[in-house]
């Protein structure tokens, strides 16, 4: 299985690291069975997040036709022009400015990430998931129409309004479509896209190495429909 995480200016880093770590260490555990690597939809380019101007490097260009995982992150801090690095004040601060994340997320629409994303979910060899505000840039660019998603608690009713059946959970499995809520529940999406993709026993190995149990059930539209407490 191959895992291209995407990049794009403002990305929120622990929604990109916590499953890059988690897939990279099940390649180890596999014997090589996983690859990952960071993509943006532009190629090879240093892409700088939007916590305190950190910066990570895309090895390539997405590429929606290579078969795997393709995993999109949420962003994070303030609103200045792409690629500009936060003064240290407004990093300070960047909890306080929940109001701009979908200014950043809603950037992307303006690159090619959208049509590629959407040839990435029609090519029937490729899982996409979503950390946190990436099934925003998703449900924006208009991709999840009647899908079950879930993303950070505070962009749910935003979810919402876009058509998606919005989920509260931390791990919702929809097919081809795999999501993920807070931000570090890209830990736990990661370690159940290795358990569903290559075996729980090397998920299970990985979750020891890093010392974390995933939290609450992964979410999917089978069973009866509960009736409420």
Known sequence: MHAQIVLFDGFDPLD????YEVLYAGGTASAGAVSVELV???GPREVVSGTGGLA???TAALDPGRA???LVPGASGRVGEPGEVPDGDAAAGEWQQDAFIPV???RTLTTELPALLKAAMENPEVTVGAVCGGSLVLAMAGLLEGRHATTHHMGLDMLDATGVHA???RVVDDGDLVT???VTSGLDLGLYVLEREVGPRIAHAVEALFAHERRGTVWRNKGPEPVRF
């Open 104 to 106: 950043l997320l809603g």
């Open 16 to 19: 990109v690291i916590a499953p």
């Open 180 to 182: 993920g809520a807070g």
């Open 56 to 58: 990570l490097r895309a």
């Open 68 to 70: 795997g995982v393709i």
């Open 167 to 169: 989920v509260s959970a």
């Open 40 to 42: 943006s939809a532009e």
